[in-house]
């Protein structure tokens, strides 16, 4: 399968942003999805995860609550709506899938089969 992210941007504190993910060449469904980000001087992290059906979810401790992560398997998307945004989510975001068939708990341990090319987010204060 194959990831193409979109949807990044500048904005302002406090706003929001949706990142899409489109997938191709796989079958989606079978795929744990989830974002990572990474800032500028810093390792990439694990930002949210969902299933294969996207009935379970999982977000890191510093976006739960903000951001939501959502997938659409008839149109082999993913998207995470991010909202009251904050400067230090300043970061490029990446779509990722788990290895095939695997949970979604592989992304939390950063076992990942498939990297999306990164969106940037910019958030100014």
């Known amino acids: 399968v194959q990831l193409q992210a979109s949807g990044g941007g500048l904005v302002q504190a406090g706003v929001s942003l949706r990142l899409s993910c489109v997938a191709s060449g796989g079958t989606f469904s079978r795929y744990a999805l989830g974002w990572f980000r990474q800032a500028p001087g810093k390792e990439r992290e694990f930002v949210a995860a969902?299933?294969?059906?996207?009935?379970?979810?999982y977000y890191a401790d510093s976006v739960r609550g903000r951001f939501t992560i959502s997938r659409d398997n008839d149109k082999n998307t993913v998207s995470l709506q991010m909202n009251s945004l904050r400067p230090e989510d300043m970061a490029v975001y990446y779509c990722a899938a788990a290895p095939k068939d695997d949970s979604w708990y592989m992304l939390l341990k950063g076992h990942v089969e498939v990297w999306g090319q990164g969106t940037l987010v910019t958030v100014s204060s």
């Open positions: 969902i299933s294969w059906s996207g009935g379970s979810t």
